[in-house]
């Protein structure tokens, strides 16, 4: 049995792109992709605003495009839904993916604006059988493409990690997957099986030159990694950057269930690292959860689930979406994102993004 290989690299902001370069080369990735096939850029969108860590960075976009284009990929679509409280539009903007998408001529499909088609895997997937009742539908576009992930290191307060596996909710689930947050590990691994069913290739280039720990995927500390990681193991990658945060991989539900299924793997004594050793890397996260996230489990999973189709499946939703929005972009991000944000912006990665147009 071939063993399961995370690229990793230290990193600077001066050396950014090219160790994007040399990351890919490491990673062998061309062996990966065809090049006669279209490869799906799936962006990571957690906020439509701009916060460190949050979502794909513009030298992740950019390192990965350019050695793409350097490389003679022609075919190549960014893509990235919205959810009930992001905004495709605002998202481009707040993250700079615009200028670095015209820059090298890459297309942008907003999934809001594609056509979705039942799909019926051909694995079992119990647990998006539960939730959609045998009516999951995924992008056409999706189908038959080679798909690379672009997701950060960061914590996440309904599945403790979040990364590649997670990147893919995103992409194969509608505006409404908040409806998943009951088994969201469970889905995690079902999605895996339905993309290994409909990409040829599956890849994952992760962005930890700043990180998130805490009350993620949005409200968290940010955290100066300096590191990049990229891998074809989903579960690998996501396993790595688990331990390099400072967790037991197999203790996270949706990286032991899919370990188990076989679909990769998620012990690091069984994965072999490329380029830099991470055997003394520990950042030393803790997940947290957010009020918001907080009341999405008592209401789905929680004392209070009882309450559940009043809350989520009634007009009273629109006021959990509000209240949502009010918290994170009214409130916390003005209240203490800001200061966060202007004590990254002193750092030598804060210079970069404000040099991105």
Known sequence: MTMSRVSVLKTSPATI??????????????????????????LNLSWSLYYPACSTQPWQLEGVVRALREDRYADILATENRTV???????????????????????????????WIP??????????????????????EFIGTSI?????????????TT????????????????HCHRIIHEILVDLLTVQKEIHPSIFSVMDGTVCGNGKGPRTMIPYTGNILLAAEDQVAIDAIAAKIMGFDPLSIPYIRMAHDRGLGCGDPDQIEILGDDTQNLNFRFNTGRSPVISGDQLFR????SFL????????LFFLAIKSSWFYHDVYWYNIIGRRRIREYNRTEWGKLFESYQ
């Not at 792109?17 to 799936?42: E, F, G, H, P, W």
């Not at 605002?90 to 499909?109: D, H, M, Q, R």
């Open 148 to 160: 690379i992930h672009l997701p950060t290191v960061k914590t996440h307060g309904h599945t403790i």
């Open 17 to 42: 792109l090219n160790d994007y370069r040399r990351l890919l080369s490491l990673a062998q990735y061309q062996d990966i992709l065809d090049k006669n096939k279209r490869v799906l850029l799936k």
């Open 301 to 304: 999973k929680g004392a209070l």
């Open 85 to 115: 409280v992001t905004d495709i539009d605002k998202g481009l903007a707040g993250n700079k993916w615009s200028s670095i998408l015209e820059k090298y001529n890459v297309p942008f499909l907003p999934l809001t604006q594609t056509e």
């Open 119 to 140: 799909y019926h895997a051909r694995s079992d997937t119990p647990a998006l059988d539960e939730i959609f009742a045998g009516t999951h539908r995924i992008p056409r």
């Open 163 to 178: 990364g590649a596996m997670k990147n893919a909710f995103g992409g194969l689930i509608t505006e409404r997957r908040h």
């Open 308 to 315: 559940e189709p009043l809350v989520f499946h009634t007009p």
